[in-house]
């Protein structure tokens, strides 16, 4: 078994996941002396080219941070089981459809997750979920989640959210998507944030101003080096989130 790995000797891979590969932002960020920086950046094409490049970018030890839910609700989960059409659904609709970490980075941040339980931000996470797992059968890796903010095991995975990334450090966490001047000018703004933590080259600064899908994925690395630095929230029921799954943030002002 590898030995746990402190932050300098790790990579991340950023991966602002979508239901079409075309909209897939990738980012490979490393650890310097000087602190994180990313050294590529990449937009899908097929899922074919996704799955090679982040297969390329893999190290012994590397931490993949997803933009999309890897989990449903237990109490969504349960209900389902026996459940016949015609049936009520027992239970408080936002408990149903609702994670207890999203319940977490709403109250905390502001700003709410979609509901994975009734939006379609699942087949978002349906995909997500394929890709991890094709990933593990193509280079024969386990990828579990990580669960130790600060430390991570040979290859895993854990799950972000960039607009809580942007929230938790005060930066405009919506209206970034897209095309238009303004559209823009709010990008390079978050850009110019994001380069005070982050070491990001001409090319790489160019990329995220023109693509949202890029921007994400860098966002989604940021997040990946935060959990690495262990500056992030952590469940207070750990077993709960093995189940439902846990989005990794740093609460506002930390």
């Known amino acids: 078994m590898l030995e746990l790995q402190r932050p300098s000797d790790i990579r991340v891979i950023g991966v602002d996941c979508a239901t079409q590969p075309r909209n897939v932002g990738l980012a490979l960020c490393t650890f310097a002396r000087g602190g994180p920086r990313v050294d590529e950046v990449a937009?899908?094409?097929?899922?074919?080219?996704?799955?090679?490049?982040?297969?390329?970018?893999?190290?012994?030890?590397?931490?993949?941070?997803v933009d999309a839910p890897l989990g449903w609700p237990l109490p969504l989960s349960q209900a389902l089981v026996d459940h016949a059409a015609g049936e009520e659904l027992w239970g408080n609709a936002n408990r149903l459809f609702r994670r207890r970490t999203d319940d977490v980075v709403a109250e905390a941040l502001g700003k709410r997750p979609l509901d994975?339980?009734?939006?379609?931000?699942?087949?978002?996470?349906?995909?997500?979920?394929?890709?991890?797992?094709?990933?593990?059968?193509?280079?024969?890796?386990?990828?579990?989640?990580?669960?130790?903010?600060?430390?991570?095991?040979?290859?895993?995975a854990i799950e972000v959210y960039p607009a809580g990334t942007l929230a938790s450090r005060e930066l405009p966490y919506s209206?970034?998507?897209?095309?238009?001047?303004?559209?823009?000018?709010?990008?390079?703004?978050?850009?110019?944030?994001?380069?005070?933590?982050?070491?990001?080259?001409?090319?790489?600064?160019?990329?995220?101003?023109?693509?949202?899908?890029?921007?994400d994925a860098v966002l989604c690395a940021l997040a990946g080096c935060d959990f690495l630095q262990g500056s992030v929230m952590a469940p207070e029921d750990l077993e709960l989130a093995q189940r439902e799954g846990w989005i990794w943030v740093q609460g506002v002002g930390r």
């Open 43 to 65: 937009i899908g094409k097929s899922w074919a080219s996704i799955d090679e490049q982040v297969g390329q970018w893999l190290s012994a030890t590397t931490l993949i941070a």
């Open 175 to 215: 209206g970034y998507k897209g095309a238009g001047s303004k559209v823009t000018a709010l990008r390079e703004r978050i850009v110019r944030a994001v380069a005070e933590e982050i070491t990001v080259d001409a090319a790489v600064t160019e990329a995220m101003i023109h693509s949202d899908h890029v921007l």
């Open 116 to 156: 994975v339980g009734a939006d379609r931000i699942a087949r978002t996470a349906y995909t997500a979920l394929s890709f991890i797992g094709r990933l593990r059968d193509a280079r024969h890796l386990p990828i579990p989640l990580a669960w130790e903010p600060g430390w991570v095991r040979g290859v895993e």
